[in-house]
């Protein structure tokens, strides 16, 4: 199993930003995506990108997430803007090993950690 790790995570008030970004993929999967969990939920899909940079998002985070690749640094990025309490959770990101892209948790071969976003009011 390829490990990736995420990292970025932290705490930060209701408006702020952060930046995640998962490593440790050895080779560029075609599809990757971040997930999130908060305490008490189902694990949802918020965003997903194919080898070609094309990206969807859920209606949750859609205009203020931005999923981004570097297929040179084998590299993944979530970008979240204006952020709410609403977005606490653990985020995870996961990796396909195959060209097409699906939301559902159980389509991704390759899953990190998790790291812990805080968001207070």
């Known amino acids: 199993q390829v490990p990736l790790v995420e990292s970025g995570g932290g705490s930060v008030q209701a408006g702020g930003s952060l930046k995640l970004s998962c490593t440790g993929v050895?080779?560029?999967?075609?599809?990757m995506g971040w997930f999130r969990q908060a305490p008490g939920k189902e694990r949802e899909s918020i965003a997903y990108?194919?080898?070609?940079?094309?990206?969807t998002y859920a209606s949750s985070v859609k205009g203020r997430f931005t999923i981004s690749r570097d297929n040179a640094k084998l590299t993944l990025y979530l970008l979240m803007d204006n952020l709410t309490p609403e977005d606490t959770a653990v985020y995870y990101c996961?990796?396909?090993?195959?060209?097409?892209?699906?939301?559902?948790?159980?389509?991704?071969?390759?899953w990190g950690q998790g790291t812990q976003v805080t968001v207070s009011s």
């Open positions: 990108i194919n080898q070609y940079s094309s990206s």
């Open positions: 050895g080779y560029s999967p075609n599809c």
């Open positions: 996961a990796a396909r090993r195959y060209p097409d892209c699906y939301s559902g948790a159980v389509y991704y071969d390759y």
